[in-house]
């Protein structure tokens, strides 16, 4: 899953514009939201759409999309898991 994981490092950055951020330095066990990345609302719903419109993992709750959401980890195994066969 390792290679998901960084994957999707490079595919936040670069979708969300996080120049300042080193894939490198991204823990996947940190949370995206208010530590980590310090992602916000807007970042979430950029994400909502990027996972499904590169993976066809759709994330169809509030409370779906916080599980899938609080790491680098626990969102390479929701699309790992949801992916577009």
Known sequence: MQPLVDEL????IHHLNLEDVDPASVSPDEPLFGGGLGLDSV?????????????????????????????????????QEHRRK
């Open 9 to 12: 490092k490079h595919l936040i």
């Open 43 to 79: 970042d979430a719903l950029e994400l909502v759409m990027l996972m499904e419109t590169t993976y066809g993992a759709k994330i169809e709750s509030s409370e779906t999309g916080r599980k899938a959401f609080a790491s680098l980890n626990t969102l390479a195994g929701f699309v």
